[in-house]
């Protein structure tokens, strides 16, 4: 059995190099298996649950039809069509649907994609509260000295917040070549230390901070930085501290690191369960008060949540202050957390992880899920999923509006 690569590399290190560092192109042969089994190829670090407080199911548990793509769909094939692994709806604090498929179950983690980064935003917030961050409008390089002199010399908290740093980036993940593959997942996949924020040191000013909105995952990096310089401790124990704990999570969760016993990343792929992600949205719905303690800022669940960044366009082909026609499915975006018609909003992940708010319904809906990329569907599969590249079709959201209706 071999043993080492023939450039001496040991085999596990090297193989779980490659998986992870091609995973924004996964085949669905290995997708959602590594999407469940996440904390196997990554390094992590473990957001430790407190006592769980399980989330009441209802009496009547909710099932329906809607109609979608000029025809009326089931649950059922809403699974099947958008590749879903995890179902939930939640409604005045209690579960109203829950379904799992791809070996998903209560207890089990599966990785969030983007949709971690509205989480990041929460916990900027919690450490406003507390006093570790004294306001958004700082500059980070407060925080991040290592920054001065470089393109995000005067740049906020704010700015990175609302994805207007300004500074250059391309996120494109249908190119591994871009920046968000070549200097920020692939370094992750084979944990080299520091390397992200020195490749961002090097990086150019595209737009003046704060004026132009840009998807870019490379800044929410600094986040975590500031997070953990901010409060004394690995996010992750601030996380559990001001989240995981006090929202009664019933499993413990985790961050991916930069590399070994690293630094955590709150731009991409934590992990946790299907109702713990559900929380998510019950404390924003919540304003942010949690048994009468208040965790974050008055305001700020607003402020995060109304489309208040700078320009908004929003392109899956990553062209700078263009919009791609994906920018059509929102209003806008506020801190780390996409806006929508009629004041709900929403976090988003790649390959169909969502967390949808309606304050007007007091609801929220979680879906977890594989969604391959184009070129691995079916000419009916592009057919639904033309328009939404690889985050899920309009028939996610057609479900959605159906189940807040049916729940009103």
Known sequence: MLTETVTGEPVEPFLRRHLAGDFLLWSPNIQAEGFLNWDRIWATRTIARGTPRPLPQARAPLDLTFESHGATRTIDELMRREFVSGLLV????????ERYAMGLDPRRCWQSSSMVKSLAAILVGAAVQDGAIGNIGQPIIDYLPELAGSAYEGVTIRNLLHMASGVAWVENTDDLTTDVAEHYIKVIAARRPNYIVDYLRTRPRANPPGTQF????????LLSHILSRATGMTVSDYCSDKV???????QDGFFILDSDDGHEVVGSCCGASLRDYARWGLLMLSDGVIDGRRLLPEGWVKASTSPTAPNFAFDFGGE?????????AFTGYGYLWWTREGGDYQALGSYGQWIYVSPAHNAVAAILGAVPRHVYMTPEDRALHGNSSHCGSEMRLDFIKAALQALA
């Not at 939640?90 to 649907?97: A, S, T």
């Not at 840009?214 to 990096?221: A, H, I, K, Q, W």
């Open 90 to 97: 939640v409604k005045d604090g209690e579960i109203r649907l």
């Open 214 to 221: 840009y998807y870019n995952t490379g800044d929410t990096f």
């Open 244 to 250: 995981w704990k006090p929202m009664g999570c019933e």
């Open 320 to 328: 700078r202050g263009v919009a791609g026609g994906a920018d059509s």
